[in-house]
């Protein structure tokens, strides 16, 4: 995950569920000294360059490491009352690692996750492949109410401004009862010329009175 503010809403209401989620170490300041246009061109395929390539250009090897998930799945379970009776969707999963913690931690849980990277796809853990597919946040290939709860973690703010209206309300349409994202957000001037600077992928960025007016206008 980026460094910067996150906001975080669960169905309209601001809720901190990543508490346990490790935060990084790194180094910002060099980070924003050597974005350029070219390299978020790059980042924003979303291919092999993103997850396993230069540091600069992405993640810089994205490998699953238990540390990350594992210690927040519990807060989840907790908050929904998840169990083998579940259903999940992880819009944006990457390569799975989430999802794979849920199958470790819940027995017999429904996963399903969607994402629009075929290497993030192809490359997941094989546990998990069979549950995740390729598609984009705009027009998510499941029926309405299809599931308990919808996760979308840094992901709709990649999309533009009204493309980010349409995944929130595909998110809503396919969730029976909740949903929980994540965006990037800033609260002062400051980090608004921070977030502008090290962002790579990111289309859609607001402060975050913005967001949540934002959220409010979708019907989120």
């Known amino acids: ?3 910067g503010i996150k906001l975080i809403i669960n169905m309209g209401k601001e809720i901190n569920l990543l508490a346990n989620y490790p935060k990084s170490k790194r180094n910002l300041v060099e980070r924003v000294k050597e974005k350029t246009e070219e390299v978020r061109a790059i980042a924003r395929r979303f291919d092999k360059e993103f997850f396993d390539g230069d540091r600069n250009q992405g993640y810089g090897g994205f490998t699953y490491n238990p540390q990350f998930w594992q210690p927040v799945i519990p807060d989840f379970i907790k908050y929904w009352g998840l169990n083998s009776k579940s259903s999940i969707l992880d819009v944006g999963c ?7 913690d849920l199958f470790k931690l819940i027995p017999g849980i429904n996963l399903r996750g969607i994402d629009v990277s075929d290497y993030a ?41 009204a493309e980010c209206a349409e995944a929130l309300r595909e998110i809503t349409r396919v969730s029976k009862k909740y949903s929980f994202i994540t965006v990037d957000a800033y609260r002062n001037d400051e980090e608004k010329k921070r977030m502008h600077a090290w962002n790579l992928t990111a289309k859609t960025i607001m402060s975050v009175d913005d967001w949540k007016l934002f959220f409010k206008e979708v019907g989120y």
Request: aromatic share 10%; glycine share 4%; charged share 20%.
């Open 1 to 3: 995950m980026d460094e």
């Open 94 to 100: 990457a390569k799975g690692f989430m999802l794979y």
């Open 121 to 161: 796809i192809n490359n997941s853990i094989p546990e998990i492949g069979k549950f995740i597919q390729v598609a984009n946040a705009k027009k998510i290939p499941f029926p309405d109410n299809s599931f308990d709860v919808v996760i979308s973690i840094n992901t709709i703010h990649n999309l533009e401004r």
